[in-house]
């Protein structure tokens, strides 16, 4: 088992956003995050270069979860199979366990790790599996 294990996973845009114009600027292939339309403007003059740019990210999980009529959409059942598992099979196994959630405001913290009435979080699913599996001991 790893040390460290790194997720991310794209929410689709909000009202305000939606509102302002915003859309959405990253793209998920396999394990790689990929932000695309960054402007390079590194010359002091002003002048900067305003080629598109894409920068590309690797992590253990990347998640979409923009529309849930997209085939690669992630739902919140299918980020627990992934990370809540993992950490109810550690914490059985002795492992000592931590799971958070970090990340600029409003980017979908708060909806992965504890969800919605209809859309049970991270969090609850565990304490759910923590009762069905006494061994595990979530401190």
Not at 61 to 75: H, I, K, R, T
Not at 106 to 111: E, I, L, R
């Amino acid at each position: 088992m790893a040390n460290v294990r790194v997720a991310v996973r794209v929410r689709p845009l909000s009202q305000r956003e939606t509102k302002e114009g915003g859309r959405i600027i990253v793209e998920i292939d396999g394990k790689v995050a990929k932000i695309r339309n960054l402007k390079v403007d590194s010359r002091s003059d002003g002048f900067g270069d305003t080629r598109e740019k894409v920068v590309a990210f690797g992590f253990d999980y990347c998640y979409w979860s923009v529309n849930p009529e997209d085939p690669q959409y992630a739902s919140q059942d299918v980020v627990f199979q992934d990370l809540g598992t993992e950490v109810l099979n550690g914490a059985a196994k002795g492992y000592n366990i931590c799971l958070f959630a970090y990340g600029q405001t409003g980017s979908g913290k708060t909806y992965t790790m504890l969800g919605t009435p209809a859309s049970v979080g991270l969090t609850p699913r565990i304490c759910e599996g923590e009762r069905m599996c006494p061994a595990a001991i979530l401190l």
